[in-house]
């Protein structure tokens, strides 16, 4: 249905009842324009971590399910409370739970996906409804359980509605106008983007972009969902993330991105024999454990050393999994690092220009910035570096590649 729009609101949107007023007025302009609303909310800015809180001073070792149970609570409370008020107002409106839809997912307590959404439940439920406010974040697997989508799940979440009712826009309303060239905090200079494509906006994201989740983004662009970001405060026009055009080609460099959140693992003098490799990161696998950056060093005498990154929470698991490798894989020394960061050039423009890495490098080298790790891909080059040096990174690259970007 075409005369649908799906807008999502994050938690900072919804934290009390001013900001919740400023919300229905949004919701208000599509509606005067003849579109259906979906309204996907997140919980309250701050009530899930309370909520998680909680569970840890109840219980040692919370159950998953249960766990997902709780922080789902969250979601329930603010398309409640927005029900409520936009009855008030006079909107023939009705709050969504997940399980209610349902938002189908797997079994992955804290970090499930989605595995189908009954549109043509949500259209039925349209007939006598102009808005449905949906929880965000939450499903329901096939043992009838509450899950969650992680982080930021709220964003998939509106998506996938979205895909599923071939809404003809999704909007995601946050505090921030839109997506930059990189993180305005860390660089004065960051300038708003108006279209991204896509891939860009996958890479950013996975790079630590924190505007959107990743699995929202590989949402839309599975199923062709025009994406617009912008602010819930602001009538200003933010950022639409659609498909790939020839503009954006034009353009060498979209974004520079970077992200803290990394930890580098040494293995030294490994045996280096067919299916090493394997027996290091099959373990780490099985543990849903995500490896980033991989280099291996060419072979002394039989050996070699293996370098890897992962998320820094799964630092001191990893090393464990490692350790218990040691009468397998024969390595000399295990070493671990957690005082580096990941810094990013992303740009689909790459693909048709030369010398990225180049100009990448050279600008590091002139900051006297070493480069410990360097992964590429075709639209993107990371150099994984010292965290403390990660502000004056992201300054010199976006300097570099961006420094007479023009927005339009």
Known sequence: MKNIVVQKFGGTSVRNLECMKQVLNNVRRPLAEGSKVIVVLSA???????????AKEWSATPDAAE?????????????????????????????????????????????ARIESIDGARITEMLKDNDVLVVAGFQGVNEHARITTLGRGGSDTSAVAVAAALDARMCEIYTDVPGVFTTDPNMCADAKKIDRISYDEMLEMASMGAKVLQIRSVEFAKKYNVTVHVRSTFSDEPGTIVTQEDANMEAVQVAGVAYDKDQAQITLVGVLDEPGVCASVFTPIAERKILVDMIV???????????TFT???????????????????????????????????????????????????????????????????????????????????????????????????
Request: charge should be neutral; charged fraction near 20%; aromatic fraction near 4%.
């Open 67 to 111: 766990l997902d149970s709780l922080v789902s609570t969250g979601e329930q409370i603010s398309v409640a409370l927005f029900a409520m008020m936009a009855k008030d107002q006079g909107l023939r409106a009705r709050s969504l739970l997940g399980f209610q839809i349902p938002i189908v997912s797997n079994a992955s307590y804290g970090k």
């Open 44 to 54: 309250m800015a701050g009530e899930t971590n309370r909520l998680l809180a909680l």
């Open 310 to 408: 992962v998320p820094r929470a799964d630092l001191d698991q990893t090393l464990k999994l490692m350790e218990g490798l040691m009468p397998e894989i024969g390595y000399k020394a295990l070493l671990s690092d957690k005082s580096v960061s990941k810094v990013s050039v992303i740009g689909v423009g790459m693909r048709n220009h030369s010398g990225v890495a180049a100009q990448a490098f050279r600008a590091l080298r002139d900051e006297n910035i070493n480069i410990l790790m360097i992964s590429t891909s075709e639209i993107k080059l990371s150099c994984l570096i010292e965290d403390k040096y990660t502000e004056l990174a992201v300054r010199t690259l976006h300097q570099t590649f961006l420094g007479q970007y023009q927005v339009g």
């Open 296 to 306: 291996q060093n060419p072979s002394r005498e039989g050996r070699t050393d293996i």
